[in-house]
């Protein structure tokens, strides 16, 4: 069981918006602690898409855009394209158990 | 050009020790913390620790403590990390990770290839 909690998968169309939910609590989070967000293929390494919440190092796309409110944070990817279907994760810090922590990922599908 | 790149994969077996490398180019290698994180098959990432080349201040998960051991060699800008006592739960790829920035809480702004470790009898 994860400390951040994301959904297992979410699918659209292309073209379509969709967005990853990270529910955390008031020890990470809720806190104030960063989220950051990164893309996994199939066989390579996570690459970051957003940090600090909200800013997207160059070269990623503008399609791509993080937010946070309160205990939980969220990516929103627009204008969907087949190229987008990976997994991804969000990550912040715990200070309850002073520890960097993961979300558990969510797999991404292009319909 | 900012690049890790870690040593090739690994077969172990359950109860041997194995230690991974991870050579920095593009940057001087002092400035920035080194983070480990492995992936097991079918799972997600999960952090392990991290170190500083510049003093060797280590953190280590809760859950590896006693287990693993992070180094750095400055004179050939290279991290290491060894994991022991390996049972099969410790199959996975390992990766290295520069923090982004030099103090702080941080993010990982490059990644290593990755480094397949197959624990087996």
């Known amino acids: 069981q994860s400390v951040l909690t994301q959904p297992p998968s979410v699918s659209g169309a292309p073209g379509q918006r969709v967005t990853i939910s990270c529910t955390g609590s008031s020890s990470n989070i809720g806190a104030g602690y960063d989220v950051h967000w990164y893309q996994q293929f199939p066989g390579t390494a996570p690459k970051v898409l957003v940090y600090?919440?909200?800013n997207r190092p160059s070269g990623v796309p503008d399609r791509f855009s993080g937010s946070k409110s309160g205990s939980s944070a969220s990516l929103a990817i627009t204008g969907l394209q087949a190229e987008d279907e990976a997994d991804y994760y969000c990550?912040?810090?715990?200070?309850?158990?002073?520890?960097?922590?993961f979300g558990g990922g969510t797999k991404l599908t292009v319909l | 050009q900012l690049q890790l790149v870690q040593s090739g994969a690994e077969v172990k077996k359950p109860g041997a020790s194995v230690k991974v490398s991870c050579k920095a180019y593009g940057y001087t290698f002092s400035t920035n913390g080194i983070t480990w994180v492995r992936r097991a098959p079918g799972q997600g990432l999960e952090w392990m620790g991290w170190i500083s080349p510049s003093n060797g201040n280590t953190k280590y998960a809760q859950k590896f403590q006693g287990r693993v051991i992070m180094t750095t060699d400055i004179s050939t800008g290279t991290a290491y990390l060894e994991l022991r006592r390996l049972t099969s739960d410790d199959t996975a790829v390992y990766y290295c990770?520069?923090?982004?920035?030099?103090?702080?809480?941080?993010?990982?702004?490059?990644w290593g290839q990755g480094t397949l470790v197959t624990v087996s009898s």
């Open positions: 990550h912040s810090y715990d200070s309850l158990r002073d520890s960097v922590v």
């Open positions: 990770a520069r923090n982004a920035e030099v103090r702080g809480l941080n993010w990982y702004d490059t």
């Open positions: 600090r919440n909200s």
